[in-house]
C-alpha cells in the first residue's frame, strides 16, 4: 500500500470527524442532509448526530430529474446534464444548510450516494466478454468544488466488481450503531425498496438484503391517479380495500421468494411492470390498488423477517414508509410478536437516516476500513469501495 495514503489514514482517524451524509431518494420528494461527529474513543464507536434537514428540490427540476431516472429510453445527452446538474442542486442545499447551523469551518468531508440510475448486479454477456454493473450519477468532483470540501462517492462499484449485489450499504451502519446483546434486532428501511437488517446477537451475524417495493409503486399510482407525488400518512390508501385479483397476482413476482443475497430496484419495480400487471385484470379503484400495494409492501417485509428470525425480536422502521399508516398497520398484524420502535429511541432520526449512514461510510473509507460485507453482498472479498474528489 502506499506509504502516503496508510498516513493519511492513521491521520484521519487520530480524532472524531464530523462528516456531513447526503441521500436522494427515488421519489425525488427531497434531499436530506445530516451531520455526525463520528470517532473511535477508547476502542469504541463514538456517533453523534448533530444535525438535520430535509430540503426539497426545486420545482423546476423535480420533474426533470424524476422523468431521467424512470425511463430506459433517456437520452445521453440528459444524463450528462443529470451528472452535473444533480450535485448543484445538492450544493445548493448543503451550503444553505451549513450556513444555517454555523458548522461551515467545521465539516471534515461528504459522504455522497448520488441517484442510482440504473443496477444490474448479474452479468450480462457481450460478445466475449461480461460484466455486472451499477451506475450512480452525480459527479463527487462537482460538488467538491462547489462546497469546497472532500467528498466520496461511488460506493457500489468496487462490490459489484467483486462480483457482489453492490447492495445493501446500510448493514455496517446498522451493525456498529444498532447491536444488542439481549435482543435479535431488525431494521426496516422502507425507502423506494424496501430493505432488512437482521442483527444476530448469539452469533455477530447479520443478515441484510433487499426484500421488495417500498414506495417506488405507491408513489407511482398516487401522482398517476391524485397528481400527489405521495400519499400522506396513508390518507388515499386508507380509503380503499385489498383487491384480491391484484394480491394474487403480486404474489406470483418471482424476486419476493428468491432466497438472499439479493437486491433489486427500478429496474424490476417499475412503472412497466405494475401496468402491464393492473392491465391485466378487472378494473380496480385507485384507493383499492393503494391499499393493496401496502398491504403487499409490509408482506414482503414481514415475510422475510419471520423466516429468519427466532426471539425477543425488536424491529426498528425507517424511511418514508414509516409515515403510511396502511403499511404500519399491516406489518404490526403480520409480526405480532415482535416489538416495534423507531430509531429516534436509539438517537438516529428515522428520516435522516440513509443520509447519517452514507456520512458514517464516508468516515469508514477516508479511515480505510470496508465498507460492505460480503456475507450479504455476496462478493469475493471485502472492498474499500468508493472515490475521494478533492475541491481546487
Known sequence: MNDCLQLFRNKWLEKPRIVLGVMTGTSFDGIDLAIAKIGMVKGKLLFEVLAHTMTEYPVELQEYFSTITKTNQTALSDLSTFNFLHPKVVGASITKFLAENT???????????????????????????????TLQLGSGSVLAQITGLPVVNEFRYADVFFGGQGAPLVPIFDRDVFFNPHNEVVLVNIGGISNISILNPSTDDVIAYDVGPGNVWLDYICKKYFDKDFDTNGEFASTGIVSNSLWFKLLEIEFINLPYPKSTGRELFSPQLLNEIISSLEYISPSDILHTLAKFTAYCISKEIEQNTIFNTVVYVSGGGLHNSVIQKYLREFLQNAQFSTTEQKGIPSDAKEALCFAYLAWRILGGMPIAIPSITGAKKETISGTIAFPS
Open 103 to 133: 458548522f461551515t469551518n467545521t465539516i471534515d468531508a461528504i459522504g455522497y450516494h448520488g441517484q442510482t440510475i440504473w443496477h444490474q448486479p448479474s452479468p450480462i454477456e457481450k460478445g466475449t466478454f461480461s460484466s455486472a454493473s
